[in-house]
């Protein structure tokens, strides 16, 4: 499986920014799909994932109603649409993909061992 993120940037708070993942051969159809970020000097975090038929969608607190997660089918792509960025969500954001994954385990980042490479997304004024 083969995941490669882009689509980041620098842009001002209130601005918006959408994030792709190009996703290789039965990953689109068969995994679930996730965005995590790390921001300098913390822990990776759970941003939002989506299921493999694309019928169920799940978020972080912090990024909820703000950040939508979809699957563009035709591009084979994994996008997030993030809207109202704040400096807090400075971070690399890195695409995800695992099979067989539970509910409880859904905003675990060991629950998915297929990575993409990550990218950077700074929100300054």
């Known amino acids: 499986v083969q995941l490669r993120a882009s689509g980041g940037g620098l842009v001002h708070p209130g601005d918006s920014l959408r994030l792709s993942c190009a996703v290789s051969?039965?990953?689109?159809?068969?995994?679930?799909m996730g965005w995590f970020r790390q921001a300098p000097g913390k822990e990776r975090e759970f941003v939002a994932s989506?299921?493999?038929?694309?019928?169920?969608?799940y978020y972080g607190d912090s990024v909820k109603v703000r950040f939508t997660i979809s699957k563009a089918s035709a591009k084979n792509t994994l996008d997030l649409q993030m809207n109202s960025l704040k400096p807090e969500d400075t971070a690399v954001y890195y695409c995800?993909?695992?099979?067989?994954?539970?509910?409880?385990?859904?905003?675990?980042?060991?629950?998915?061992?297929?990575w993409g490479q990550g990218t950077q997304v700074t929100v300054s004024s």
């Open positions: 995800a993909a695992g099979s067989g994954i539970i509910l409880s385990a859904i905003k675990t980042e060991t629950a998915y061992p297929y």
């Open positions: 051969g039965r990953a689109f159809s068969t995994y679930t």
């Open positions: 989506i299921r493999r038929n694309g019928g169920s969608t």
